[in-house]
């Protein structure tokens, strides 16, 4: 009886730990239940209960035994985590590995940055600013402004996200610089177009996965995930908003 | 030619996206071809003088198919390739358009601005959504007929 609690033991810790993994790095709420019901299943826990959220998760595995929470502050964007995650619960599910191994794997997971270095993701948002505004019929004038100035507002984000945990104050400062760097090519005729070259810079910081995310969470009736997510969404859309808004009444 | 030029830079673009978002490694050229669909779409349906509205809709369409397909050859979720695919889709332009009539105090032309840029999120949205029930139908139907023909090939 002992060992069998505290095999049930490992495999909870297991299952959180695969769901707060997923969750801190922007799954999807209903994939994310769906993903540790499925394993708790191969773990033979047939009537487990789990309630995730954007700042937690709950999990129960029946009348007798004790309710888990493990709750979430942080959350980023890492779709090679999720992928990894997904894997790890594929081969568990299927008996590939053993519950052991699927614990040890994930918190190496947990532990490791997948993030490439920061030089080339500001590279790679720089270059996606200019070709936004080739693709949004801007001139090839305004490409190196629309580079420069994407670059730096991405650089800004991440450097702000170091210093401070408040996503709304370093997601405003961001579009504050790529605003600023854009008025001041065009004051100094670097660029032409103030309008396209903001649009186009400000595309890396656009909650694209919030978005989508608090849609598809909504569609599969899980409202309250729907809902803060979408909350989340448009306070980001409203700090790029506020930012831009200060540098057009100048 | 522009459409050449369109196809290289929605590809760059997207693939751009992707690596901020951190995809797997080995799915980053097929995130920027998802991309590349969804935008050439878009480009030529509003060329042709449809609404932006309807070409967002079938362009995250069609990017939602193709991202399952995807999905189920690399056996990832759907949402690595879905993402940097409509990141080009949204209404940004004009999000930017209804704060400047804000800031402007065009409150009026603001509202307009505001409220096309959340039909075409709307469509977007709904785009991606009947897109996915559309997939399941297809592969249960897929699934279920392929059962029948095993049963059918026993007797």
């Known amino acids: 009886m002992q060992s069998h609690e505290a095999d049930n033991e490992l495999t909870i810790d297991c299952l959180l730990l695969a769901g707060r993994i997923m969750i801190e790095s922007g799954a999807e709420t209903y994939r994310v239940e769906d993903t540790m019901l499925r394993m708790a299943q191969s773990q033979n826990m047939l009537d487990a209960q789990c309630y995730a959220t954007p700042t937690g998760i709950i999990f129960s595995l029946g009348k007798t035994q004790p309710t888990r929470i493990t709750s979430i502050s942080s959350r980023v964007t890492d779709l090679q985590k999720i992928s990894l995650v997904n894997s790890v619960s594929r081969r568990l599910t299927s008996h590939i590995i053993s519950l052991e191994d699927a614990y040890d794997e994930l918190k190496s997971i947990q532990k490791t940055n997948y993030f490439l270095p920061i030089y080339i993701q500001v590279f790679a948002a720089a270059l996606a600013s200019g070709c936004f505004l080739i693709m949004f019929k801007g001139g090839w004038s305004d490409f190196p402004a629309a580079f420069i100035a994407g670059g730096f507002g991405f650089l800004t984000l991440i450097l702000i996200n170091h210093l401070t945990k408040v996503k709304f104050f370093s997601e405003f400062t961001a579009s504050l610089i790529v605003g600023s760097i854009a008025f001041f090519a065009v004051k100094f005729n670097y660029g032409t177009e103030l309008d396209k070259i903001i649009i186009s810079s400000v595309m890396p910081l656009v909650p694209g996965i919030l978005i989508t995310n608090a849609v598809r969470d909504l569609m599969a009736g899980h409202f309250m995930s729907g809902m803060a997510k979408g909350a989340e969404a448009f306070l980001t859309a409203f700090a790029i908003g506020s930012a831009i808004a200060v540098i057009l009444s100048f | ?155």
């Not at chain 2, 397909?69 to 940004?92: D, Q, S």
Request: overall charge positive; proline content about 3%; charged content about 15%.
């Open chain 2, 1 to 155: 030619m522009d459409i050449i030029v369109q196809l290289i830079v929605s590809f760059f673009s997207t693939a751009g996206i992707a690596i901020i978002f951190n995809v797997p490694r080995k799915t980053l050229f097929h995130c920027g071809f998802v991309g590349v669909i969804g935008w050439i779409i878009y480009y030529l349906l509003t060329e042709r003088g449809m609404d932006v509205v309807d070409a967002s809709f079938f362009s995250s369409f069609i990017i939602a198919i193709v991202a399952h397909l995807y999905a189920r050859r690399f056996k990832m979720p759907m949402i690595i390739f879905i993402v940097a695919g409509i990141i080009p889709l949204v209404p940004g332009g004009m999000a930017y358009n209804a704060m400047r009539n804000v800031v402007e105090d065009d409150y009026l032309q603001g509202l307009q601005y505001g409220l096309k840029a959340f039909l075409i999120t709307g469509a977007i949205v709904m785009g991606l959504v009947f897109a996915e029930v559309l997939m399941q139908f297809v592969f249960r139907a897929v699934r279920s007929s392929k059962a029948k023909l095993r049963k059918s090939y026993k007797k």
